[in-house]
């Protein structure tokens, strides 16, 4: 089951440039993760963010998590070519082994 | 370097005909995670193994089977009774199986119908 909703479904920056997407989710959550797919490859951890975080950094990254609205933010700061590629955020649940994956958002960077 | 491996990178399926793709891991993991991915679209789990020989069904288990006889291996069968298996298979691991971790990826496997 979908429980994770990005949003813009792709988003078109231009290097430098800041890249934000949004993640909304319907049911309680422990965490909230974001992962990284470059085109035809598998799918890689960025940052995992707890329900009782409010914001996360990593590098370039900047992850907000918001549980009263149950959304959360992913911040690309001064993007690059290299960032191109489809963003997903995943939730896990108390008492769960799964993760629920959004449809994620499709990243392009130009030069 | 530690990681999962799949393979093949490409398999074609004819049709009535049973295709396995490999997962093998060398991560110490004890949980495995086998995803379906279609265009655009989120990944869906099909099947899920917390330990050797024991496995659960995921979400779109119906036409898929798999098999956990050794900690490093989660082989999957994509049968003839799975009417639509074009889509990218991907295998994932993480150490003790919460959705509190985060999961490692292969690299897929893309599977299409002759």
């Known amino acids: 089951s979908q429980q994770g909703e990005e949003d813009p479904q792709a988003l078109s920056i231009q290097e430098g440039e800041n890249a934000t997407m949004n993640c909304s989710y319907k049911?309680?959550?422990?965490?909230l993760q974001w992962y990284r797919q470059n085109s035809g490859r598998g799918l890689v951890h960025l940052i995992l963010?707890?329900?009782?975080?409010r914001e996360k950094h990593s590098g370039r990254l900047r992850v907000t998590l918001d549980t009263s609205k149950k959304s959360s933010s992913l911040l690309i700061t001064a993007s690059r070519a290299a960032d191109t590629a489809s963003y997903f955020c995943?939730?896990?649940?108390?008492?769960?082994?799964?993760?629920?994956f959004g449809a994620g958002t499709t990243v392009t960077v130009r030069a | 370097d530690g990681g999962i491996t799949q393979s093949p990178k490409y398999l074609f399926r004819k049709e009535g005909q049973n295709v396995t793709l490999s997962c093998e891991q060398n991560?110490?993991?004890?949980?495995m995670y086998w995803y379906r991915q279609d265009p655009g679209q989120g990944l869906r789990l099909i099947y899920y193994?917390?330990?050797?020989?024991?496995?659960q069904k995921g979400d779109i288990a119906e036409g898929y089977s798999v098999s956990r006889e050794k900690k490093e291996s989660f082989p999957l069968t994509v049968t003839s009774a799975q009417k639509n298996p074009t889509a990218f298979y991907l295998c994932?691991?993480?150490?003790?199986?919460?959705?509190?971790?985060?999961?490692?990826f292969g690299d897929g496997t893309r599977l299409s119908i002759l």
């Open positions: 995943a939730t896990g649940r108390f008492n769960d082994y799964k993760l629920s």
């Open positions: 049911t309680s959550i422990n965490n």
């Open positions: 963010i707890r329900s009782n975080e």
């Open positions: 991560l110490n993991h004890d949980a």
């Open positions: 193994s917390q330990i050797v020989n024991d496995f």
């Open positions: 994932a691991s993480n150490p003790s199986g919460g959705g509190n971790q985060p999961q490692h």
